[in-house]
């Protein structure tokens, strides 16, 4: 063949294979193709409604920034994980094999999160984590393409320990699920409360998400601890507290907790939950214009109240957004595209958090008292609170 004809040939195909987009240069397909969302949450089970509010925040964010983000429109690949580990590494890989999202959202409950944090380092696809705390997500698992916005589980109950022992309690005891979440926040709390010198008189634990809670609620009656402290959230929180108050307990023994036991919940636990005080990274009464205004449109949109879990989806696509407009909206250069993540600065309506170097928040962990139908902020439990993050080796992107 001729140089000439040969030349001829190959602008032939060039031409062609433009026309139909596939030599178009990666990046330039990238900025112009949607963006692919998995998100892979729960939204059947005890953390339904917990499914339900990050989705809102997140899709109240994309609404905000003109149905875009990062100047891409998108496209949603939904999963119920139903909140159940079993199926979760199916359901990761449905997303990311046959969907081929370009990132997964993603969960709720702890030991579903482990499943996806492994599809997403084997696979090397970009993870936002809008709530899971398991702490070796953004410990020992932890990656350059996996960042959470929400909290390591080690986070919200560390400072309790303080509170509690400040004030005046010496023994407690502890009850929870038996899982990563439940147990990762008591272990943190009898840190913080030891520590000090309190002592945890009994740990109890039931199968998540049994709420059988009465025989554990006649033994924490007959131990009389000076306090209780436990994790629960959604629907067996309801229950937990509604039945703890029912046994009399709850002006005679006092119950403290993570936050998540009255964040979205208050309406169903009613009398159960006033007063009660727990610590969390999100109040619904923070004084910021952001925070204002985001409940305001939350609630407008949704016709209900914003929670903490809201916040998380928000923040999960404001992360997104931050980080593709510093690079163009490309996937292209992953490192580029995760260096700019982790320097976002989010104008969340929780107030103001950085990335740790682990790619967990370092936020501030307030005190809250339920007041009527609000987690009323009444402190700063712990300023700018930074997980240990053990065991965490970051790799190179
Ligand atoms: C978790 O499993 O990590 C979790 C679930 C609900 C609230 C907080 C943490």
Known sequence: ???????????????????????????????????????????????????????????????????????????????????????????????????????????????????????????????????????????????????????????????????????????????????????????????????????????????????EFQPFITEIASLKPDAVFVFFAGGGAVKFTKDYAAAGLKDKIPLYGSGFLTDGTLEAQGASAQGLLTTLHYGDGIENAKNKLFRYNYGKKYGVQADVYAVQGYDAALLLHGGLNAVKGSFGDRKALYSAMEKVKIDSPRGPWTMSKAHNPIQDIYLRRVEGNANQVIGVAWKALEDPARGCKMSAA
Not at 29 to 38: C, D, E, I, W
Request: charged fraction near 20%; hydrophobic fraction near 40%; include cysteine.
């Open 1 to 211: 063949m001729t140089d000439r004809r040969q030349f001829i040939q190959q602008a032939g195909l060039l031409a062609a294979a433009a026309a139909t987009g596939s030599l178009m240069p990666s990046i330039a397909r990238a900025q112009t193709a949607k963006l692919r969302v998995g998100m892979m949450l729960p939204y059947t089970g005890t953390y339904a409604s917990l499914g339900t509010a990050i989705t809102q925040g997140f899709n109240l964010a994309v609404e905000e920034n003109g149905g875009m983000l990062g100047g891409r429109a998108i496209d949603f690949f939904t999963v119920d994980d139903e909140s159940e580990p079993s199926k979760a590494t199916d359901n990761a890989n449905k997303l990311v094999q046959r969907d081929k999202v370009d990132l997964l959202v993603g969960t709720v409950h702890s030991g579903v999160v482990m499943a996806m944090v492994k599809v997403a380092r084997d696979n090397g696809t970009l993870l936002i984590i809008p709530n899971a705390g398991a702490n070796a997500a953004t410990g020992g698992q932890c990656a350059p393409n996996i960042f959470r916005t929400s909290f390591s589980n080690w986070q919200p109950a560390h400072p309790m320990g303080k509170v509690m022992y400040e004030r005046g309690h010496r023994k407690a005891v502890t009850l929870t699920w038996k899982y990563g979440a439940g147990e990762e926040s008591i272990e943190s709390f009898k840190e913080g409360f030891t520590k000090l010198g309190g002592s945890i008189v009994k740990e109890m634990y039931l199968p998540f998400p049994n709420v």
